[in-house]
């Protein structure tokens, strides 16, 4: 069973659980930007289809595995007012780091300059940093709220659907100008340094701070419900790949029902 395997590995404390919670999604995260390396033109409508099934996963996930857990741990208000705090915390980093969509499609003005291009994607990767927070205190949080089968079901979904995230950013960054072995290796330590410590510390205050738990719940939710809605579902439609985008919304939403289901 898959429970009693992952405790023998790590133990039972909850924040040496969500450190390898960490490991986990950010591994998976640099095994998608390493896909870069052998397959260099994935068709855009193949890559809009895995990023919708990125979003279905993390749209089932923040119900599934916090936002329902949390209102049994404290109640519908905790919940709802760590997801308005959540939404607002992203919707402000979103506006101190401008989007920079025309890198994901790779449709790069060939006019600009190369220390233009070299900020432009520098800044996508802070973009996509601060994107990869909610997963990663998602997870943290999961494991330090004490629910093994919640948090182990959020890890593999959310590490999942780090795969087609880690080859689309990378693919982004080489669409702009960047080599593709030298940011397959950035984008694995840029997830390393972002997902696991939050992951740990997500896990430590809630263990800390046992009331933290349905707040930071619902503070990871509407975290991963804002990206979701701002930038990985707009994203996929930029290219007028509704369709395929939509029914892999669909897919990884099943994907997660169904891990939940039976993991749970």
């Known amino acids: 069973m898959l429970q009693d395997f992952f405790v023998r590995i790590v133990g039972e404390h909850p924040v040496w659980q969500a450190l390898a919670g960490g490991l986990v999604i950010a591994g998976l995260n640099m095994l998608g930007a390493t896909l870069v390396l052998f397959w260099r033109n994935p068709p855009e409508r193949l890559m809009n289809a895995g990023l919708g099934v990125a979003a279905g996963v993390m749209l089932s996930a923040s119900f599934t595995s916090l936002i329902l857990p949390g209102i049994d741990a404290g109640g519908i208000w905790p919940v709802i007012a760590g997801m308005l705090l959540g939404m607002l915390v992203i919707d402000q980093a979103d506006r101190w780091v401008p989007h920079v969509h025309v890198l994901i499609t790779g449709q790069v003005d060939e006019a600009r300059s190369e220390s233009r291009r070299v900020k432009s994607v520098l800044l996508f990767i802070v973009a996509i940093t601060l994107h990869n927070l909610p997963e990663g205190l998602a997870v943290g949080v999961s494991f330090g709220a004490g629910n093994l089968a919640d948090a182990l ?107 939940d289901v039976t993991l749970g």
């Open 153 to 259: 079901t959020l890890m593999l979904a959310i590490g999942l659907q780090n795969i087609p995230e880690g080859l689309a950013v990378s693919l982004a960054a080489v669409n702009a100008g960047f080599s593709r072995r030298t940011y397959a290796f950035l984008t694995g330590v840029r997830a390393g340094l972002v997902e696991i410590p939050v992951a740990v510390l997500g896990a430590l205050a809630v263990t800390v701070f046992e009331p933290l738990v349905p707040y930071a719940m619902g503070f990871a939710a509407g975290a991963m419900l804002y990206v979701i809605s701002d930038e990985v579902i707009p994203e996929t439609h930029a290219s007028g790949d509704e369709r395929p985008a939509t029914w892999g919304v669909m897919l990884g939403a099943i994907v997660m029902l169904y891990l």
